[in-house]
Every structure is written in structure tokens, then in C-alpha cells.
């Protein structure tokens, strides 16, 4: 697969901190882009610069961002404009997992923490992105979406997956819209949904397992097939390797013999 026409061209990564932010970031810098991870964790981005070789090092750059804060988004799109010259590919891939059933007692504020990060987010990144994405004469955002936004798991062992299913069929419907939108104002934008199955990222670990034993969890999670992070970010790049004629609407990959 070769990128080589977006080596030296600025790409954005959110929730860059770990998993598939961080393995994309990795990626991306082994293929001379100019990467800035975004997170709230900027010492866990200085170790993945770490990771690299001097070379790569040089072009990867840490920024702190919460996605779930619009602000904070304005104020670094803005920072990365005048730094970089704006962006040419962005990556959306920050994103958290619901705590709670949604008829849980409490839950307001667990679901207004899953639907600012995964769709506001989403949407906030994507506007200010596209603002310098205009003045390019090729431009690509990926949403990181989820199988689970195009059919609702049930798996009675598995902790509450509440509004987190939700947000990603939106982020179908936004990645969709997005589309429609770029071709109304003339630009020379793609989107794609990429929708993975089961990744073995940091995500699980936040799920709420108030309700349920812990070790069967861990039990049930041992029998799941996984997708690495890196399997995710060789699909990034498969994407980026299509040519300027040839979009990707929707992209589903799973790990072999997942069941759900």
C-alpha cells in the first residue's frame, strides 16, 4: 500500500494517547506525515514519540485537546493552522464507552459524557478541520466508527453498552451527512466510516461491571476474538492508499469468527 502522495501533509489524530489513536500515529510517522496526536493524556503521546526511530520522532507532535470540549477543539484547530498550515487528513477516533444502562438510576451524566466525546466530538473536530481542508486540492476524514453502529449487540455475560451504541449509529448518519455536505460546497473532501469489530484497546477497561462479576467478565472477554490496533491502522492507511477517484463510504472489518 503506498501514501507516498500524502507523505509531508499534515494529519490530525484524535484520542492519539493509546490504541488505535496511538498505533495510526505510529503509522502515519513510518510514512513521512506530519502527525499531531490529540488527548488529554500528553505525557502518554511523549511516550509513543519515544517509540520511534529520530526521523519519525521529528514528525509527530503532541497536543493536549478534550474532544469533548468544543472550546478546546476551536483553540487547537486554530493553533494547528498557524503552526502547520492546517490539516489534510483527519482521524477521528476519540471516543469513550457508556458506564451505565440508560435506565439506570444517575445516568444523565454518563450519557452526556459519551455523546460529547463521540458524536459533539466528532462534529466539532470534523467543522474546524475542514475550515483549512478547503484551501486543499485533496483532503480525507475518517470517523473510527463501530460495528455496533449499524446493528445493536446483545450479550447477556457483557457489561452495558447504554447510549454508546447510540452514538456510533449517529456517527454513521454525521459520516453520511458529512458526505452529502462536501459535495453540495464543491470540496474535495473524502469521508469514510471505518467500523471495527472487537479491538483490544484500553476501552474495555472503562466499561461498567458494577452489575457484574468481574471475573466473568474477564472470562467472557478471554474467549472473544480480537482485532490488534494495528490491524485498524493498516486499514487507515489502505484507505489513504485509494486513489483521488475512488472514495470509501464504509469500511467493516472484524476479527475472524467474532460471533456478534
Not at 486543499?136 to 454508546?164: D, L, Q, R
Not at 472473544?224 to 485509494?242: E, G, H, N
Request: proline content about 3%; aromatic content about 6%; hydrophobic content about 45%.
Amino acid at each position: 500500500m503506498s501514501i507516498s502522495r500524502w507523505s509531508g501533509r499534515v494529519a490530525v489524530v484524535t484520542g492519539a494517547s493509546a490504541g488505535i489513536g496511538e498505533a495510526t500515529c505510529i503509522e502515519f510517522c513510518k510514512h513521512g506525515l506530519i502527525t499531531i496526536g490529540l488527548a488529554r493524556r500528553v505525557e502518554k503521546m511523549e511516550e509513543i514519540r519515544k517509540s520511534l526511530s529520530p526521523e519519525q520522532s521529528k514528525l509527530f507532535h503532541a497536543m493536549k485537546c478534550d474532544v469533548s470540549n468544543e472550546a478546546e477543539i476551536v483553540q487547537v484547530f486554530a493553533e494547528i493552522e498557524k503552526k502547520f498550515g492546517g490539516v489534510d487528513v483527519l482521524v477521528n477516533n476519540a471516543g469513550v464507552i457508556a458506564k451505565y444502562n440508560m435506565i439506570d438510576e444517575n445516568s444523565a451524566s454518563d450519557m452526556k459524557r459519551v455523546i460529547d466525546t463521540n458524536v459533539f466530538g466528532v462534529i466539532n473536530c470534523t467543522r474546524e478541520a475542514v475550515k483549512t481542508m478547503r484551501k486543499k486540492n485533496e483532503a480525507h476524514v475518517i470517523h473510527i466508527n463501530s460495528v455496533a453502529g449499524h446493528s445493536m449487540p446483545f450479550i447477556a455475560e457483557f457489561p452495558a453498552f447504554g447510549i454508546y451504541t447510540a452514538s456510533k449509529y449517529a456517527v454513521t448518519a454525521i459520516a453520511e451527512q458529512h458526505r452529502q455536505e462536501f459535495i453540495k460546497e464543491k470540496l474535495n473532501i473524502k469521508v469514510t466510516s471505518l467500523s471495527p469489530g472487537a479491538v483490544a484497546t484500553e476501552i474495555f477497561d472503562t466499561m461498567n461491571t458494577e452489575k457484574t462479576d468481574p471475573e466473568k467478565i474477564k472470562e467472557f472477554m478471554a474467549k472473544i476474538p480480537f482485532l490488534a490496533s494495528k490491524d485498524i491502522a493498516d486499514s487507515i492507511v489502505f484507505l489513504l492508499s485509494t486513489p483521488p477517484n475512488v472514495l470509501i463510504t464504509e469500511l467493516t472489518i472484524r476479527p475472524m469468527n467474532e460471533a456478534f
